[in-house]
């Protein structure tokens, strides 16, 4: 069965975990064994993995979603923190910041600079960034071939209310309206914010990445990760062309709430499904993801047991949803393909 997922980061990257154990995958690498045959497992999971995180730092791209998947599907991510690698190091933070060049909000560890060195040599030399993600990836054999949704460069950014503004005395003006990077927005300020609207910096004139379309028109099965609908899926949807593939895609495609209970279980999804009106509940999301009949995007949602959702054209099944492990995940996954059926 070929699977393609579209994947945030680090939700995404634990929901990978999952559907590399559905498939018979050693979710932290290795080939891993045929559940059904017992012979090795041949991987055939592609995740399209959001890059509008992107941001350059000291001179690097790094690529916060692609390394998330990279480190945590290679079994190397440190999961006590929640991002980067494990066993990791400061040494080189620690000197830009006695220069006072280090952004304190967004610290490199010695390990992960190395990935970013290699990616934006390559970058630089003209190889695309899926040429780069692939290069990466011959390395950690994460088990899952990840893609970026685009070759372009993309930056999502945060319309606020400039959080410098300062009114002279007597004045009674507003802070002007700013954009700010999204990893600022989301790491400085911890979406503390609030955000007015999200623009995809690029988008228009993307196109899709090196292998996107084609992941997309043989899959047996497409999978919407329970991603933050607005900054990680939502950057996707905007590329032109993916939108229209995945209506024209054979395969059903099935989403996973990203919310239980009307919560995010992390990140800041309700502040960004605020800033789009849209309700932060498990209906909310999907009527925003909406019917792939009605030109949206699901046949199926999975949502959290004990949710009454209705979506108008889709079909609902609710499940457990937390992923506590690569084996729960692997289930809800099972849970995906019952209902696309």
């Not at 190091?89 to 006072?100: D, P």
């Amino acid at each position: 069965m070929k699977i393609t997922v579209l994947s945030g980061g680090v939700g995404g990257a634990k929901f990978l975990l999952g559907v590399k154990a559905f498939v018979g995958l050693d979710p932290f690498g290795g080939a891993g064994t045929d559940p059904v045959t017992g012979e090795a497992a041949t991987p055939d999971v592609t995740a399209i993995v959001n890059n509008g995180d992107d941001i350059r730092l000291h001179g690097l791209q790094v690529c916060p979603d692609l390394d998330s998947c990279l480190y945590t599907l290679s079994g190397v991510a440190d999961t006590v923190r929640g991002w980067g690698r494990l066993d990791e190091t400061w040494t080189a933070a620690a000197e830009l910041a006695s220069y006072g060049a280090e952004a304190p909000w967004f610290s490199l560890g010695d390990k992960d600079i190395a990935t970013h060195l290699v990616r934006t040599r390559m970058l630089d030399a003209g190889y695309p960034l899926s040429a780069v993600t692939a290069a990466l990836g011959a390395k950690w054999q994460p088990g899952v071939t990840l893609l970026p949704m685009s070759d372009q460069r993309i930056e999502t950014h945060v319309v606020v209310s400039d959080p410098a503004f300062e009114p002279g005395p007597g004045s009674t003006a507003g802070a002007p309206d700013v954009a700010l990077h999204f990893q600022e927005w989301w790491t400085r300020y911890r979406a503390g914010i609030p955000a007015k609207r999200f623009v995809f910096v690029g988008a228009e004139e993307a196109r899709p990445g090196a292998g996107v379309l084609e992941a997309l028109a043989t899959a047996d099965l497409i999978l919407v990760a329970p991603s933050n609908p607005v900054v990680s899926i939502g950057p996707i949807l905007a590329v032109p062309g993916l939108r229209e593939a995945l209506l024209a895609a054979p395969a059903r495609i099935v989403g996973v709430s990203p919310l239980i209970a009307g919560k995010p279980l992390r990140g800041h999804a309700d502040a960004c499904l605020a800033a789009i009106d849209v309700e932060c509940s498990a209906q909310g999301v999907g009527r925003h993801y909406g019917a792939r009949s009605e030109g949206g995007l699901l046949d199926g949602f999975l949502v959290a047991e004990g949710e009454d959702v209705q979506i108008p054209g889709v079909r609902v099944a609710e499940a457990p949803l937390l992923m506590m492990d690569p084996q729960a995940t692997a289930a809800m996954v099972a849970a995906c393909l019952e209902l696309s059926r």
